[in-house]
């Protein structure tokens, strides 16, 4: 659906579209505009729409109020609060309602349920009022620039259902935000002006009123009117207003600062001002005037910042070096303010930095911003700016300060990260210098994804000179949305019902009748009804029989549930037979165990380990079960056993587990978001697995009724698999007591082994390494005592070769490589002509031990040598000094010929030598 066609289908017909009782009653007038042809309304007449109008406000305000970015929330919630709006709290910036967003990117998404492929919205109070946080990563490289762009605002949406009690439609939305700016900020009607636009989204699609003062846009008021395109649209059965504005701009506006990072942080970066030595108020005046020009002028330069800069600075009779010299420190105090807010509310939220999904783009801001530190010689911790902004925000978010230490936490281990690869990235960024190759921006990508390289610490070295416009938004563009998940479909199955879940409605039932709706290419049956569990959130099917025919697999597809049947029969199966089934209870009950010890898991590594643990992935089977978390590092043993011991508590309490099915917002509400531990529910209503005062999630799966019934659960091994997850692999129930059963009769067998019990068996086993140790020590002085005289006998063996040196060669598979080393060592000493070869049989490999006496180095290197029959026994060289050197091998049939051939060999080496001198 085009934008264009759909505005000239809303802007054709203003009146019935776009004005409002407001315009008439203040005597707004359509005007359109010169420039570019946009159709806006205002009391005033103007030759053009206000996108092209300098930021007037700058330093002379047109409210009657100043307010800071937290006093501007309470004025405006109270005006709202006062007509009947409910103020409802922000939901996280992590979006874990929506599998097709990482992050909350605009207040409505709060509403948004997406249920087959369509979006459904769900106003949980009507009319509302909400600040929600957003983070949007596709301007990165313009915050601190524009004075304007964030990685994170605040959206105040002022949302309702039109259509249902309390709502209210355009003309009342409209008057409400006017009465905002004109009663409350003291903001004159002249001043505003309404932009007409259009906005749509996954089906539906609305027009929009945008409202600006002097230049800037404060709010959109959208009117979600229709579902369809626009040839064929319908009127939705429940319009939606949803108006958002920007917080950060209605306090700019009141306060008229250079720019709307110092009204939004206001606090912050003057105390981080204070700490690093910069003053801010010399500098006002400059500032304003700058900013005020460049918003100007940004529209037409958005590609060539550093054009706009050197043409800005000819308009303020400066050179361009001494305005960047200016500028530039103030720029970057709102790119850490804002990279930090970012990452404090993203963290507490609990998403993780990583170099997968949605921590991608933290990690790129929380690394930018320590580069940038570093590059200023700033020396401030991340850590006390977060501090700063939960003091600033404390009245209107106070779950920040909750989160403070696990925050704390990431950001220091992330911190560290990031300085121990700086000494690997120091050396790449100096042999780049010396190659002086000017990477390109997919260059610069590459080195970020592989070895964490910012462009910002490339430029503090001074590989590049500036950071590519662009570099931000092409990687975060490819870490913005999730891949869609594919679902295997055996055939699509139309005209049945959706089949009735017998394991539903009663957990225990393990046979029953049913009716045989369609048997497809007779290998998936379909009945009307079963008890046949289907795979599905990570739980293994059920198998069992139907009619005496094994079932191998039972799958879902949409409301259909298949079983696939062993034997492809024909006969005993036709349409609209009543057959009888049974379901393995085995393995039933052994996958039920371990689903229920997988959530009591999960909650029990978040509270050993912090907030920022939550499911990745799940996959529960007979014999065997796993829980991938969302952890920054390997776990230690005593993270693993701490884990395991408040598991296996919460088994003994034997707490009840209460299945209840709640509507989705209604869950929501009592349970808050952790419910989606396995990912958003498409479905209006939710199934909600209640472990009491222990665990809550959406769960469709099956689960035992107390938690005393799992006996046992017991971890076997974890591993970090990626960056940011940790894996568990556990079993319950009497996989477990099998497991603790063979671990134990394995370490019986080693006990027996030793001649022990199992009792004393670690005793034993030090004592065994203890003489084992001793033995090989006495092995060795004795082999000192004895190679004197074996040093004599090697020299006597030894053959005297064409260039003068006496050659010795030898193999053996029996005494292994300490013995010919100390032998080695003392044969040169004994006659410095010798040349010492002994090839040694270690296990599968032949190890090449080489000595070369003092007179014969003056000719031949031991090190050659040894990686000169390396590679002749099939290896790939060895390493040494010109005295002794080692190497290694497989052919054994080459040792032979090694052996007797030694002394061509020395004649190959030596002339390759010659050669190369
Ligand atoms: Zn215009
Ligand atoms: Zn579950």
């Known amino acids: 659906m085009e934008k264009q066609s759909l505005l000239s289908l809303f802007t054709s017909n ?62 405006l919630s109270s005006f709202f609060r006062k007509n009947h709006h409910e103020l409802i709290q922000r939901y996280p910036v992590v979006c874990r309602w929506r599998e097709d967003l990482y992050f909350t990117i605009a207040s409505i998404v709060d509403f948004q ?12 109070k009507n009319p509302l009022v909400v600040p929600q946080m957003c983070l949007r990563f596709n301007d990165i490289e313009n915050v601190g ?57 996954a089906g539906a699609f609305g027009y929009s009123l945008e409202y600006y003062v002097r230049g800037l846009e404060l709010g959109n008021a959208v009117f979600t009117e229709f579902e369809g395109d626009e040839h064929n649209y319908r009127t939705l059965d429940n319009k939606i207003i949803d108006m958002g504005a920007g917080l950060e701009r209605l306090s700019w506006i009141t306060l008229g600062t250079p720019t709307s990072y110092d009204a939004t942080f206001g606090p912050v970066i003057r105390k981080l001002a204070d700490i690093i030595g910069i003053d801010i108020d010399s500098k006002s005046e400059f500032l304003s005037q ?144 010396t190659t002086k190759k000017i990477p390109s921006v997919n260059d610069l990508i590459r080195m970020y994804e592989s070895d964490g390289i910012t462009p910002d610490f490339l430029l503090e070295t001074g590989v590049i000179e500036k950071i590519p416009p ?55 049956m379909i009945l009307d ?9 990570g739980q293994e099917p059920d198998f069992g029989y139907i009619e005496g025919i094994k079932i191998t697999d039972v799958i879902k597809q949409n409301d259909i549930v298949l079983h696939k049947i062993d034997v492809p029969s024909k006969d005993s199966f036709s349409e609209d037979k009543i057959v009888h089934g049974i379901v393995d209870n085995k393995r039933r ?9 997988t959530h009591i898991l999960n909650s029990a590594a978040r509270n050993s380990l912090g907030s920022w643990v939550w499911q990745n992935s799940a996959f529960k089977e007979e014999h065997y079960a796993r829980l991938d978390i969302t952890h920054h590092s390997a776990l230690t043993r005593e993270e693993i056993s701490k884990i395991e011991r408040t598991a296996n508590e919460v088994v003994q309490k034997n707490l009840p587990i209460i299945i209840k099915v709640f509507e989705r917002s209604d869950a929501e509400e009592r349970y808050t978001f952790r419910i989606y531990q396995g990912g958003a529910v498409p479905s209006n209503n939710v199934r909600i697995v209640n472990i009491e005062e222990w665990d809550v999630e959406a769960c469709g799966g099956t689960h035992v009724n107390k938690t005393g019934e799992l006996g046992l659960i017991k971890i076997l091994r974890t591993e970090r698999i990626q960056d940011g997850v940790v894996r568990l692999e556990f079993v319950a129930g009497n996989n477990a007591l099998q497991y603790v059963q063979s671990q134990d009769s394995r370490l019986l067998h080693i006990a027996q082994s030793l001649g022990s019990s199992k009792e004393k068996v670690v005793e034993s086993f030090d004592k065994i390494t203890a003489d084992n140790e001793l033995i090989k020590r006495k092995f060795r002085i004795l082999v000192n005592k004895f190679s004197d005289n074996m040093a004599e006998s090697v020299s006597q063996k030894a053959t ?77 060289g060895g390493g040494g000094t010109e005295k002794f050197a080692q190497g290694g091998g497989k052919d054994k049939s080459k040792v032979q010929g090694c052996l007797i051939n030694l002394e061509n060999l020395l004649t190959g080496v030596l002339d390759s030598s010659e050669k190369n001198d």
């Open 14 to 75: 203003p009146d019935k579209y776009y004005k409002v009782s407001l315009f008439d009653e203040k005597g707004f007038k359509r005007q359109n505009c010169k420039l570019c042809g946009n159709f806006f309304w205002s009391i005033n007449d103007k030759d053009s729409c206000p996108e092209h109008e300098n930021y007037s406000f700058i330093g002379d305000p047109p409210t009657t109020k100043r307010l800071d970015f937290v006093d501007t929330w309470k004025e």
């Open 113 to 124: 349920r997406v249920m087959n492929g369509k979006i459904v919205f769900e106003i949980p």
């Open 145 to 201: 620039l524009t004075g304007r762009h964030y990685t994170s605002f605040c959206m105040i949406g002022q949302t309702c259902n039109a259509d249902a009690p309390g709502g209210y439609w355009k003309d009342r939305c409209i008057e409400l935000d006017h009465a905002f700016l004109k009663d409350v900020l003291g903001i004159q009607s002249e001043e505003i002006t309404f932009v007409e636009d259009v906005w749509m989204g």
């Open 290 to 433: 700058y900013f005020r020009i460049f918003s100007e002028k940004y529209s037409n330069y958005q590609n060539d910042v550093r054009l706009l800069k050197t043409n800005i600075a000819k308009e303020l009779g400066i050179s361009y070096k001494v305005l960047e010299k200016t500028i530039l420190p103030f720029e970057t105090l709102s790119v850490i303010a804002d990279h930090t807010r970012t990452l404090l509310f993203a963290i507490s939220d609990g998403s993780l930095p990583s170099n997968v999904g949605g921590g991608y783009n933290l990690r790129i801001i929380l690394r930018r911003t320590l580069a940038l530190l570093a590059r200023f010689g700033w020396r401030v911790n991340l850590e006390d700016i977060m501090d700063l902004h939960i003091e600033q925000l404390k009245s209107m978010y106070p779950e920040l300060k909750e989160h403070r230490n696990d925050v704390r936490t990431i950001i220091q281990i992330e911190s560290g990260r990031y300085s121990s690869s700086k000494e690997r990235m120091y050396s790449l960024a100096k042999s780049m210098l």
């Open 470 to 524: 662009d570099f931000y938004l092409k990687l975060a563009e490819l870490h913005t949305t999730h891949e869609s998940k594919q679902v295997p479909v055996v055939e699509t199955v139309t005209g049945l019902k959706p089949t009735r879940l017998l394991f539903y409605e009663d957990g225990s039932i393990r046979e029953f009748d049913a009716r045989i709706l369609r048997i497809l290419g007779g290998k998936y």
């Open 529 to 537: 009804q079963t008890a046949f569990y289907p795979r599905g959130g």
């Open 589 to 597: 009950v052994a996958i039920t165990k371990n689903h229920s010890a």
């Open 800 to 876: 005297k070769s064409r260039s003068g040196l006496k050659i010795y060669g030898t193999y053996d598979d029996e005494i292994g490589d300490d013995y010919y080393i100390a032998l080695g060592e003392k044969s040169i000493d004994n006659n410095p002509f010798l040349v010492y070869v002994a090839l040694v049989q270690d296990q599968e490999r032949i190890k090449v031990i080489v000595f070369v006496g003092d007179e014969a180095r003056k000719i031949v290197k031991a090190s050659t040598i040894a990686k000169e029959i390396s590679l002749k026994l099939g290896g790939t």
